[in-house]
């Protein structure tokens, strides 16, 4: 008997509860699937199943073995589905959800260049801070950044988040630049209040060593483009995402400080629903994403090879 087929008749038979419901799921006689079975324990030399006439119970073998099966299972169909794929055509409408900040700044020219490669997708961004449920909002797939709550969704990396802080020139012309962690706390914070732990930040040695920054803080907002324009402006001290700051850094209106010392490291990732049956479009949309960003992001690339060295 093809193995394959005999994993899937035993897989079916955990998830019915019995061989006959297996056994109607692939269109074969009871009996037949019971051989299937019969088949793969011979082969295994452990029992896999323990029958009765009312139920099935799974060994602790068979427990293990399943939890394989199940897994091999579907990335064989994954990857049917991916050879299928490459001879068709992405269609319809793909529904996104993104931070603002984030989408703002960095996903108008990427969604621009994969509508521009799939003609037959149109494409509905929502833009918000809030946490969303992807299956009660009709959300194909969303961009969250951070640590991840524990959940059914299947998640996607496409990038690091790295964590600087930084000050515009005039602000250190008028105030000097920190050059120890107490220096760092005497100066005016611009915080973003929607953070994690948006009262404190952490600074790490490269010891492992922690330090609390608590200087005052100057403003506090709920929204980063406002405190990148703050920054620019001179107000005072920044901390967050280098997606945010990169470019100001780039340009010479922002100065990275603490360069020796480090911020933490996030991520950015891509969530959806279920890793089965998952379309076209949404597969082809989360490769794009993970090709244009990466591990180091366009963003990172923009501070200059000695900065982005000093981010890692």
């Known amino acids: 008997m093809d193995r ?6 035993f897989v079916a038979a955990v998830e019915e509860g019995s061989l006959v419901g297996a056994a109607r799921r692939f269109g074969l006689s009871p009996s037949m699937a019971g051989k299937h079975v019969s088949a793969l324990e011979e082969q295994l030399k452990a029992r896999l199943l323990q029958r009765s006439t009312r139920m099935l119970k799974l060994t602790e073998v068979g427990q293990a073995y399943y939890t394989r099966c199940k897994h091999i299972l579907e990335d ?25 900040t984030f989408g703002a700044m960095h996903l108008g020219g990427v969604v621009a260049n994969y509508l521009s490669a799939h003609p037959d997708v149109a494409v509905e961004i929502m833009l ?18 951070g ?3 524990d959940s059914d969704l299947i998640t996607r990396r496409l990038a690091p988040c790295r964590m600087i802080f930084c000050a515009a020139p005039s602000f250190l012309a008028r105030h000097g630049a920190p050059k120890t962690v107490e220096d760092l706390c005497q100066m005016p914070r611009l915080a973003f209040s929607e953070a994690v732990s948006p009262g404190d930040w952490t600074l790490m040695e490269p010891d492992g060593s922690a330090h609390t920054i608590d200087g005052p803080v100057r403003l506090s907002t709920n929204n980063m483009q406002m405190l990148l324009a703050a920054a620019v402006a001179g107000t005072g ?25 480090w911020a933490s490291e996030l991520a950015i990732h891509a969530v959806y629903p279920t890793k089965r049956h998952v379309s076209l479009k949404l597969r082809r ?12 992001p366009p963003w990172d690339l923009m501070l200059g090879a000695r900065r982005s060295e000093a981010l890692r």
């Open 4 to 9: 394959l087929t005999s994993m899937a008749v």
């Open 76 to 100: 064989v169909e994954e990857a049917t589905r991916e050879a299928q794929d490459a001879q068709q055509t992405a269609r319809g409408v793909l529904s996104v959800a993104a931070p603002t």
């Open 128 to 145: 918000g801070d809030r946490y969303v449920d992807l299956l009660a909002d009709g959300i194909d797939v969303a961009i969250r950044i």
């Open 147 to 149: 640590r991840l709550k």
């Open 237 to 261: 001290v920044a901390y967050g995402p280098s997606f945010v700051f990169g470019e100001s850094v780039a340009r010479g209106d922002l100065v990275v400080l603490m360069s020796d010392y």
């Open 285 to 296: 949309f989360i490769e794009h994403l993970s090709a244009s960003f990466g591990d180091t």
